[in-house]
């Protein structure tokens, strides 16, 4: 099993530029989030996914668009990047913990992309 | 809002030296505390979650605890391995399994 694995692990982009970051679980997991990490704010939560075919808001949601086409991908675009956008993204997945023991809760992390917006 | 604040921001103990990392919650209905090292360049990693108070859980030099508006991660004789960034996350419920995160404890272990 490979986990959560994100695509890609550095990018660059000018300002205004658009980007796709992928995200695959091979866990069969039905909850996926997307969260970004900035120094001193932790991890917030721009957008989540409780299933195939539907995407909700996070905490932080401004400025991005998620698809959840398949199961196993979740996909975090920036249609136009800015610098604030400047920032390491994380995608995490976890099971629906209806029908699991709350031990199976906990949310599985990939290595992270790491965006810069010049 | 569910508010999670950890503390110290950063903690350098020597070899052996034991010591515990707070972290303080407030959450409307906690569904579960949860533990997670994270490396430099990596992705969280995760270690316990606590689901009522009074509950103990423990791995290797690690013993995580649980009360009603706070928990502490215990870091027996520790080693140079167990440095790294502590994060805490509560999950309320009702949200999806949503995780709502502490800003983290900067651990430093040195010889």
């Known amino acids: 099993n490979a986990g959560v694995t994100q695509t890609p692990k550095f990018r660059v982009l000018k300002t205004g530029q658009s980007m796709t970051l992928l995200c695959a679980q091979d866990?069969?997991?039905?909850?996926m989030y997307w969260y970004r990490q900035d120094p001193g704010m932790g991890l917030r939560l721009i957008h989540y996914s409780v299933g195939e075919g539907t995407t909700a808001k996070g905490e932080v949601p401004d400025g991005y668009n998620v698809s959840r086409l398949k199961k196993q991908n979740f996909l975090l675009g920036l249609e136009s990047a800015a610098p604030s956008q400047t920032s390491v993204y994380f995608c995490a997945s976890t099971y629906d913990r209806r029908g699991h023991l709350p031990s199976y809760n906990e949310q599985f992390f990939g290595p992270g992309t790491r965006l810069t917006v010049l | 809002e569910d508010q999670v604040t950890q503390s110290p921001e950063a903690l350098r103990l020597q070899e052996g030296e034991s010591s515990s990392l707070n972290c303080s919650y407030t959450?409307?209905?906690?569904?579960?505390l949860f533990w997670y090292r994270q490396d430099p360049g990596k992705g969280p990693e995760f270690l316990f979650t606590l689901y009522s108070a009074g509950e103990e859980k423990e791995k290797e030099r690690l013993k995580a605890t649980l009360t009603k508006k706070e928990s502490f991660l215990h870091i027996t004789a520790p080693k140079p391995e167990d440095s790294a960034t502590y994060l805490c996350?509560?999950?309320?419920?009702?949200?999806?399994?949503?995780?709502?995160f502490g800003t983290g404890t900067r651990l430093q272990v040195t010889l």
């Open positions: 959450v409307s209905g906690l569904r579960g």
């Open positions: 996350a509560v999950q309320a419920s009702g949200t999806a399994s949503k995780l709502t």
């Open positions: 866990m069969n997991h039905e909850y």
